[in-house]
């Protein structure tokens, strides 16, 4: 597997951003628009999946980059009650839902699978690439 350069290579990240453009317009329409806090939300939670991958993959460490991949995962699961909220506030449709879910789902396997990888990997990240173990 080639070594990834930039955040913007991740499929995770790529889906997290798919996730961002099919959810976040959601948020300017009523009646999610008027509904402060749950508009806030949905936008937070949305950055913050996104955003705590990319934050991750630049710490350059792997330890720490599986901490930001648990965030953004505990973020999607809040995402995904979010979704239920607009549900059974009849705020969106049922197939709105569905497809919304069914992405945010995906990506929680995929930030599953992903952190598994990397704690099974002898990748320890650029922080730690030319350090000796005495250090």
Not at 99 to 112: D, G, P, Q, R
Request: hydrophobic content about 30%.
């Amino acid at each position: 597997m080639p070594t990834v350069q930039r955040f913007e290579d991740l499929e995770i990240w790529k889906k997290a951003r798919l996730l961002s453009q099919k959810i976040y317009p959601l948020t300017f329409k009523d009646p999610i628009v008027t509904d402060y806090r749950l508009k806030d939300q949905i936008r937070g939670s949305l950055g913050s999946i996104m955003d705590n991958i990319a934050e991750g993959f630049e710490r350059g460490s792997q330890y720490e980059f599986i901490n930001s991949l648990t965030i953004s995962k505990g973020e999607t699961g809040e995402l995904k009650s979010q979704l239920y909220r607009c549900l059974d506030n009849k705020y969106i449709e049922q197939e709105i839902f569905a497809e919304c879910y069914e992405l945010a789902n995906e990506l929680t396997k995929m930030i599953t699978s992903f952190i598994s990888y990397l704690n099974k990997s002898n990748i320890k990240g650029q922080k730690f690439k030319n350090r000796s173990k005495d250090e």
